[in-house]
C-alpha cells in the first residue's frame, strides 16, 4: 500500500498553497528548450515533464547568487551597522531533480562547520524539498556514477515517483513533507517505477586513484586547451558554493553582500602582492575537480557533486565535469587493460 | 574524516559577517606606500571579550570599498588596542589609506591557528622576513620579548627591497637593545643608501654569512614565495627539522571561516587548518599557494 496523487490534484495542491500566500517555486519554462527553477506565480506554469534538467539548481533557494549581509550607514566619522534580516518566508521547491535536492545536505557540511552560517541554515529550515524522480536521461547526465540515481531521496522531504500518467506515488520522507500532502493523498495499491537511471559513464574508483597521484599531471593542461575559463560550470552546479564578499553604496552607506564566485576565474585566487597560486586555467579546472571529489570528501565524508550534469549543459566548449572525468577514468585503465605479466 | 554538524539556532546564532567597529587611535606612515593602524573596539563588551594568539589574522573593513586580511600584527598581551599594517595595493587599501585617527572601520576575527609560542619555550628564536611581512613576524617577536624568560637567543634577519621600504623600522632598533638580541637589516642590492649601516643582499644569503645560532632552535620564515623557499633549505643545513621551521602562508580570502572556497591549498584551508605551518606540513601539501 502506499500513497498517491493524481497529477491535477498536485497541480490543485500547489494552487492552493499559492492561495495561502506560501512561497512556492518549481520548473518554469522560460523560452524555447529553456527551463529554470522559478518562483511561481500560478501553477498553470509548473513544468513536472517534458524536459530533462533546469537550467539552473535549486541552491538559490537556500544560498541565493546575491545576498545582503548587513547594510553600513555612515555618520559622521562613526559606521553605523544594520544587520541582514534573517528571511521568514516558509517556501515549498517543487519538482526539484534529485540531484539538485541531494546537493542540499552536501552543502550543510561546509555552511555549518565551525561557525554556522546563520542565513543558509534559516533558509534550509524554511525551505520544503518535493523531488519528482526522473524518468528521462540525457548524455549529461551520471548520477548513477556516483553512486546516487534517479530516486536519490538524499535532501528531499517528498519524493514523487510517476506510476503511470495519470498519478504520482507520493513517499514521504520528513514530517516537513508528510504536512503538505498527508490529506491530500489517496491509497494506492501500486508503486511509482522508474528506470535504473543514466548509464554508468566513468568508474568513480578509478578516478579516485588518479586523484591521489596526479595532481602534477599533463591531464589537465589538455583540458584546459579548451576550457574558456567562463565559470558557467559553477553558476549552474547544485553544489558550487564558493562566494566573494563585496560593498556596494555610495556616500551615504550601502550593503556589504556575498555574490556567488569561481574557481575558474584568475582573480579568484590573486594576491595583493600579485602572486597568483593559480595562474593558469589547468591549475583552477585541477582545483575544481579536486575539490569535488577529493578534498570535500576527505573533509565532510560526502563527494562535492551530484552528477547532474549541469556543468556540461552550460559549458559552450562541451567540457564540464562529466567528459574530464571519462577521460581520467580511461587513462586510469588503461595500463590494467595490458595483459597481466604475471607468470 | 567527518566534521560534525554544530546545530545553532538561527534565530539566535549571531551573523558571522557582521564586524565589530573599531576607532582608529593612531595612524603610522612606515614607507610610501605602507601604513599601520591602532584600533580599539568602539563596543566595550567586544573589547572585554576579545583575545587573539600572536600569528592570527583579521578581516578588517573600510565600509564602502570592502574587505581584506591582515595579520595582526601588536602582541596578544597589549590589552588596550590592536594593530594591523598594510601596502598600499588595491581598492580596500587605497581607503584604508585615507583613514585617520578617530575614523570608524570593521573588524572580524581573530582567525586561523596562530604561532605555537607555548611549543617555543626555552628554544632559540629566528625569525626571518622580508618586506610587508614584517607585521606577521613583529607580533611573536614582541610576545617572546616581553615573555623573556622563556626564550633562549633571538636572531632577526629582516630584508626590504631598498632603506626606504623598511617596515617598522623604529622596532627593529628597540629590539636591537634587548639582551641576547640580533637584529641583522639588509635590503636588497641596489637599494642601500651610502650612509646605510645594514647588510646589503637577499635575506636567504644574509642568513648565509650571518652568524646565526642553530642547537635547540626554531625558525618563523614570512616573506614572499621566493624568499621562503629559498629560506627554508638554508635552515635546514643549519640542522634545523621540518618541524621547527615555521611560515605564514598568504592567501585571498573573504570569509575567513572555511565558506567561501577561496584559501585552499589542496585539502588545508589556510583560513583554519592556517595560516601557519611547519615545513613538515608544507611538504605533505600539494604546490597550490
Known amino acids: ?343 | 574524516m567527518t566534521a560534525p554538524p554544530v546545530s545553532a539556532d538561527p534565530a539566535t546564532a549571531p551573523n558571522l559577517y557582521l564586524p565589530d567597529l573599531m576607532e582608529v587611535l593612531e595612524v603610522q606612515q612606515h614607507t610610501a606606500d605602507t601604513k599601520s593602524v591602532r584600533l580599539r573596539f568602539r563596543n566595550e563588551i567586544a573589547a572585554k571579550r576579545f583575545s587573539f594568539r600572536v600569528g592570527q589574522f583579521g578581516i578588517f573593513s573600510a565600509f564602502g570599498s570592502g574587505e581584506a586580511t591582515f595579520n595582526i600584527c601588536s602582541s596578544s598581551t597589549w590589552k588596550d588596542y590592536i594593530e594591523f599594517c598594510f601596502r598600499r595595493t588595491g581598492m580596500v587599501t587605497d581607503a584604508l589609506w585615507e583613514v585617520d585617527k578617530d575614523d570608524t572601520i570593521g573588524f572580524r576575527g581573530p582567525y586561523g591557528n596562530g604561532y605555537p609560542m607555548e611549543k617555543w619555550r626555552r628554544k632559540h628564536l629566528i625569525f626571518l622576513g622580508g618586506g610587508i611581512a614584517m607585521p606577521p613576524i613583529r607580533c611573536a617577536i614582541w610576545y617572546a620579548l616581553e615573555h623573556r624568560d622563556e626564550y633562549g637567543e633571538i636572531t632577526i634577519i629582516y630584508g626590504a627591497r631598498s632603506t626606504k621600504d623598511l617596515v617598522f623600522a623604529d622596532d627593529l632598533a628597540r629590539w636591537a637593545q634587548y639582551d641576547g638580541v640580533q637584529v641583522i637589516r639588509c635590503v636588497d642590492p641596489g637599494g642601500e643608501t651610502p650612509d646605510w649601516d645594514g647588510e646589503v643582499g637577499f635575506v636567504p644569503e644574509v642568513l648565509k654569512r650571518a652568524d646565526v645560532r642553530s642547537d635547540n632552535s626554531v625558525a618563523l620564515v614570512v616573506g614572499p614565495p621566493i624568499m621562503i623557499k629559498l629560506t627554508m633549505p638554508l635552515l635546514t643545513r643549519m640542522g634545523l627539522v621540518d618541524r621547527d621551521i615555521y611560515t605564514s602562508l598568504e592567501s585571498r580570502m573573504k570569509c575567513g571561516v572555511g565558506k567561501c572556497g577561496r584559501c585552499n591549498c589542496g585539502p588545508v584551508y589556510l583560513c583554519k587548518e592556517g595560516p601557519v605551518f611547519t615545513l613538515e606540513q608544507l611538504k605533505a601539501l600539494p604546490n597550490d599557494y
Open chain 1, 1 to 343: 500500500m502506499s500513497h498517491a496523487i493524481r497529477k491535477e490534484a498536485l497541480r490543485a495542491l500547489v494552487g492552493s498553497w499559492l492561495a495561502e500566500g506560501k512561497r512556492v517555486a518549481g520548473p518554469v519554462a522560460v523560452g524555447p528548450g529553456r527551463v529554470l527553477y522559478q518562483p511561481l506565480v500560478s501553477p498553470e506554469r509548473l513544468l513536472l515533464d517534458g524536459f530533462i534538467r533546469t537550467v539552473n539548481s535549486i541552491k538559490a533557494f537556500v544560498f541565493p547568487r546575491h545576498e545582503e549581509l548587513y547594510a553600513y550607514r555612515f555618520r559622521g566619522r562613526q559606521v553605523e551597522l544594520i544587520d541582514a534580516p534573517l528571511p521568514e518566508e516558509e517556501q515549498i521547491v517543487i519538482g526539484a531533480r534529485p540531484c539538485d535536492a541531494a546537493a542540499l545536505p552536501v552543502l550543510d557540511h561546509v555552511f555549518r562547520w565551525g561557525t554556522p552560517d546563520r542565513s543558509y541554515e534559516r533558509r534550509r529550515e524554511l525551505t520544503t524539498v518535493v523531488t519528482l524522480a526522473c524518468r528521462e536521461y540525457d548524455d549529461h547526465c551520471f548520477c548513477t556514477s556516483l553512486d546516487s540515481g534517479p530516486r536519490d531521496e538524499r535532501g528531499s522531504d517528498v519524493l514523487l515517483v510517476e506510476i503511470d500518467e495519470e498519478t504520482y506515488e507520493v513517499v514521504w520522507l520528513t514530517s516537513k513533507g508528510k504536512d503538505l500532502f498527508v490529506r491530500h493523498t489517496e491509497r494506492a495499491d501500486r508503486k511509482g517505477t522508474i528506470g535504473t537511471g543514466p548509464k554508468r559513464k566513468f568508474d568513480a574508483a578509478a578516478l579516485e586513484r588518479f586523484l591521489a597521484e596526479n595532481f602534477e599531471s599533463p591531464v589537465w593542461e589538455t583540458f584546459a586547451l579548451r576550457c574558456l575559463g567562463c565559470g558557467a560550470c559553477a553558476y549552474d552546479c547544485p553544489t558550487c558554493h564558493c562566494f566573494d564578499i563585496v560593498d556596494e553604496g555610495d556616500r551615504h552607506g550601502g550593503m556589504r553582500v556575498r555574490n556567488w564566485d569561481s574557481c575558474q576565474f584568475a582573480l579568484f585566487t590573486l594576491h595583493a602582492s600579485g602572486h597568483n597560486p593559480r595562474t593558469a586555467q589547468a591549475q583552477r579546472i585541477r582545483q575544481r575537480i579536486y575539490h569535488k571529489f577529493r578534498i570535500y570528501p576527505d573533509k565532510f565524508g560526502d563527494t562535492l557533486c551530484t552528477g547532474c550534469g549541469n556543468c556540461s549543459r552550460g559549458c559552450p566548449v562541451h567540457l564540464g565535469i562529466r567528459p574530464v572525468l571519462e577521460a581520467i577514468s580511461a587513462l586510469e585503465r588503461k595500463p590494467q587493460s595490458a595483459p597481466p605479466k604475471t607468470p
